[in-house]
């Protein structure tokens, strides 16, 4: 069965830290990818996806996900977290191509913790 | 641009009450999805249409879920009778087209007393 694994329910960091979060998926082919991040009463906003190429992606607010096949894998990171990166984080994923009917997969997301 | 517009942003109402949940896309966006999200089930897919058509509504709860979009610009969700269970936050997103990324709306936080 499809699925989406983010092994971390809740992580905290400090200011100025680095940041990885993890993600796994299981799929028959690879997937599209995608990180959403949602702050309290907000919906999700993206942050990042990679459909194809090169598999180190940029997204906004200064993150960025690779993608490894051989793992399964797509994990997001920062190099310094901010406090406003505070928020819930979840993966997803669709299937790619022809097949692609846009329905997602979410991880059960990952809580981020900022302490000063 | 605006994004996806979503009423109210918070419902509370009895058990029994009937509860309807609206949704605009994004202009031009062919596709829309209404999601549920607990703590206990992360975010669910509910049901998504193309071109208004509902293509997929395999993860609508049961029949006291229904769900209508009768124009590019607007869609229901619907529940009769609610019960206590149903509380959760409702989203509604859309895409331009299948291989566009996914916008969602604020959410509707529902609490059935």
């Known amino acids: 069965a499809q699925s989406v694994t983010q092994p971390d329910i809740h992580i905290t960091v400090s200011e100025g830290a680095s940041l990885e979060l993890r993600c796994n998926y299981s799929y028959g082919a690879t997937p599209y990818l995608f990180w959403y991040v949602q702050s309290p009463g907000q919906g999700l906003q993206l942050l990042l996806k990679?459909?194809?190429?090169?598999?180190l992606v940029q997204g906004i607010k200064g993150f960025e996900a690779e993608f490894k096949r051989s793992q399964s894998s797509f994990n997001l990171r920062k190099p310094s977290v901010h406090w406003s990166d505070a928020a819930e984080y979840f993966c997803?994923?669709?299937?790619?191509?022809?097949?692609?009917?846009?329905?997602?997969?979410f991880g059960q997301g990952t809580t981020l913790q900022v302490k000063p | 641009d605006a994004g996806v517009i979503q009423s109210p942003r918070h419902e509370v109402t009895e058990m029994g009450q009937e509860v309807t949940l609206r949704c605009k896309p994004i202009s031009g966006h062919n596709s829309l999805f209404w999601y549920r999200q607990t703590m206990m089930r992360g975010l669910e897919l509910l049901i998504y249409?193309?071109?208004?058509?509902?293509?997929?509504d395999s993860g609508m709860p049961e029949d006291r879920f229904s769900a209508k979009m009768p124009n590019a610009s607007f869609s229901t969700l619907k529940i009769q009778p609610s019960e206590p269970r149903d509380s959760a936050v409702y989203f509604c997103?859309?895409?331009?087209?299948?291989?566009?990324?996914?916008?969602f709306g604020d959410g509707t936080r529902l609490s059935i007393l």
């Open positions: 990679y459909f194809s190429g090169d598999t």
């Open positions: 997103a859309s895409t331009r087209d299948s291989n566009q990324p996914q916008h």
């Open positions: 997803a994923v669709a299937p790619a191509g022809s097949g692609n009917t846009g329905k997602l997969i």
């Open positions: 249409f193309n071109n208004n058509v509902p293509i997929d």
